[in-house]
C-alpha cells in the first residue's frame, strides 16, 4: 500500500512538472478534454512530447530507401529499433555461397553445370528485403549494378540467363568452374496486398518447381516465413536446401532435416531496445542506460550485440548465422537475452503504459519471435503493453486503434509501408 502512494505521489509530481513545461513553452495546449480517467502522468505530458520508436520498418522512401528524418526526429525521445541490414545480408548471401562450394559434387541436381537457384523476395519496398535480395546476388556474381548499387527488383523468370536485371555468375571450386543462375525470382505479394507472404510463396515454388524442377539447387528466401513455406511444401521431398533468415523457432528446428540454414537478426536484443529506449525515456534517464552501460539491476547489451547511428537515431542489433553446425544454439528463439534479463525495480521505473503495434498478425517473425520476446521484456521493464495486431494491408486499420493516445505514456510503431510515419505522427501532433 505504502508503495502505491509512494507512486502516485511522484506520478503527480512528474505530471505536474510536466504540465507546466508544457504550458510554458507554447506547448499545442492539447489538455484532451476526452479525459480518459486513464494514468495521471500520461495524460499531462503532451502527446507529441511522448517517447516514440519505431521498429522492424525503418521510416524511410520505399523507392530509393532514403531514411525519413522527420519520422525518425520526430521529437527529442523518437529511436529506431532495427538490425543492420547490410551486415545480415552479407551473412546470408555468404552462407549460401559456403554451402554451395562445401557440396559442390553434390549440389547440381541435373549436372548441367550450373546451379539455379530461386529467390522469394518478401517486399520490394522495404530496406531489410531489399537488403537480402542484394545480399544474394553480390555473394553468388549474379547481381547487376546500376546507379551505385545492385538491382533489388524480382525477375520473373529467367530460365535461359537472359533477364537484365541479373546476370550469371561464377563460381571457381576445386580448379572447376560452375555458372551460377538466378533462375526466377517474385515479390512474395498476396492478392489483398500483404507483403512477405508465406502462402504465396508455397504457392510458386509450385509453379517454379513444375516448370523447371530438376535445375533448381538451391532456394533463397527474405525471410523463414516464406522459407518454410517452400521447404514443407517441396524442397524438403526433394532435398534442395532453403536458405530462409530470422532464425524462427520452427526453422531452427527444420535445419536438422535439411532446411539450408537461416540468420538470427538478434531479435531477443531488439525486442529489448525497442522498450528499452521507451523505457529510458520515461524515467529521464540516459538513453544509454541497461543498453551500452550497466543500469542498477546490471543489465547491459555486449558491443558485439548491436551499433547505435547517432545521426539515424537508430539502434541496429547485428547478425549472426544459423547452419548445421551452430542451430542447436538457437533453439528457441523467444528465449531472452540473458545479459538483459534482470527485472528493473518498480521505485525507480514505476509502470507505464505503452501502445504497440504488429503491422501484420499473421507475420511469422513478428508473431512467433518478436512479439512474445517483447511480453518476456515487458514485465522486466515494469511497462504495460496493449498489443495492436494490423492486418499488414492498411495503416488505417492500425491507427484507427489509436483514438486516444492520451491514455498512453508511450508508442512503439511497426508501419505497413515505411513511407507512412506521418499516418502515425499526426495523431500525436
Ligand atoms: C523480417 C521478416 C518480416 C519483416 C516484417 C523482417 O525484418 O525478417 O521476416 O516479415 O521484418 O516487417
Same mark, same amino acid.
Do not use: A, M
Given at each position: 500500500m505504502k508503495k502505491k502512494n509512494a507512486l502516485l505521489a511522484l506520478g503527480l509530481a512528474l505530471g505536474m512538472t510536466v504540465t507546466l513545461t508544457a504550458c510554458g513553452s507554447g #506547448? +499545442?495546449?492539447?489538455?484532451?478534454?476526452?479525459?480518459?480517467?486513464? @494514468?495521471q502522468a500520461a495524460s499531462t505530458v503532451a502527446n507529441k512530447d511522448k517517447p516514440l520508436v519505431w521498429f522492424n520498418?525503418? =521510416?524511410? @522512401?520505399?523507392? &530509393?530507401?532514403? !531514411?525519413d528524418m522527420t519520422a525518425l526526429s520526430f521529437n527529442d525521445n523518437t529511436y529506431y529499433v532495427g538490425f543492420d541490414a547490410q551486415q545480415g545480408a552479407e551473412v546470408q548471401g555468404t552462407m549460401i555461397k559456403d554451402y554451395i562450394e562445401k557440396n559442390i559434387d553434390t549440389i +547440381? /541436381? @541435373?549436372?548441367?553445370?550450373v546451379i539455379g537457384y530461386v529467390l522469394a523476395i518478401g517486399d520490394v519496398g522495404h530496406n531489410d528485403s531489399i537488403a537480402r535480395t542484394r545480399g544474394v546476388r553480390e555473394a553468388l556474381g549474379t547481381g547487376v549494378e546500376k546507379d551505385g548499387g545492385v538491382i533489388s527488383e524480382p525477375?520473373?523468370?529467367n530460365v535461359d540467363g537472359k533477364a537484365k536485371s541479373v546476370k550469371d555468375g561464377t563460381l571457381e571450386v576445386n580448379g572447376k568452374s560452375y555458372k551460377i543462375r538466378e533462375l526466377a525470382s517474385q515479390e512474395m505479394k498476396n492478392n489483398s496486398g500483404a507483403t512477405w507472404d508465406a502462402a504465396t510463396a508455397g504457392n510458386a515454388i509450385g509453379t517454379w518447381a513444375s516448370s523447371f524442377d530438376e535445375q533448381i539447387d538451391v532456394i533463397a528466401s527474405n525471410n523463414d516465413g516464406m522459407g518454410m513455406s517452400i521447404f514443407n511444401s517441396w524442397s524438403k521431398d526433394n532435398k534442395v536446401p532453403t536458405f530462409g533468415y530470422d532464425a524462427n523457432s520452427d526453422a531452427v528446428a527444420a535445419v536438422a532435416e535439411g532446411y539450408g540454414g537461416t540468420v538470427s537478426q538478434h531479435a531477443d536484443v531488439q525486442a529489448y531496445l525497442t522498450l528499452r529506449v521507451l523505457r529510458n525515456a520515461l524515467d529521464g534517464v540516459d538513453i544509454d542506460t541497461g543498453i551500452g552501460t550497466a543500469d542498477d539491476a546490471g543489465n547491459v547489451l555486449g558491443e558485439d550485440t548491436y551499433v547505435y547511428n547517432k545521426d539515424q537515431r537508430s539502434y541496429y542489433a547485428l547478425n549472426v548465422p544459423v547452419t548445421a553446425e551452430n542451430y542447436k544454439d538457437f533453439t528457441d528463439s523467444t528465449k531472452i537475452y540473458e545479459p538483459v534479463s534482470k527485472q528493473l525495480d518498480k521505485e525507480k521505473s514505476p509502470e507505464k503504459k505503452v501502445w504497440l503495434n504488429i503491422? @501484420?498478425?499473421?507475420d511469422n517473425f513478428l508473431g512467433s519471435t518478436y512479439q512474445p520476446l517483447l511480453e518476456a521484456y515487458d514485465d522486466l521493464l515494469n511497462l504495460k503493453v496493449e498489443y495492436i495486431a494490423g492486418d #499488414?494491408?492498411?495503416e488505417s486499420n492500425i491507427t484507427n /486503434? !489509436?483514438?486516444? =493516445?492520451?491514455?498512453? +505514456?508511450a508508442f512503439a510503431i511497426n508501419m505497413?509501408? &515505411?513511407?507512412?510515419?506521418a499516418s502515425y505522427t499526426s495523431l500525436l501532433n
Open positions: #506547448g +499545442d495546449g492539447k489538455t484532451d478534454g476526452s479525459n480518459s480517467g486513464g @494514468n520498418r525503418q =521510416p524511410s @522512401n520505399s523507392s &530509393t530507401g532514403e !531514411l +547440381d /541436381r @541435373n549436372g548441367d553445370g525477375i520473373g523468370t503491422y @501484420n498478425s499473421s #499488414g494491408q492498411t /486503434r !489509436l483514438g486516444n =493516445p492520451s491514455e498512453y +505514456d505497413v509501408k &515505411t513511407d507512412n510515419g
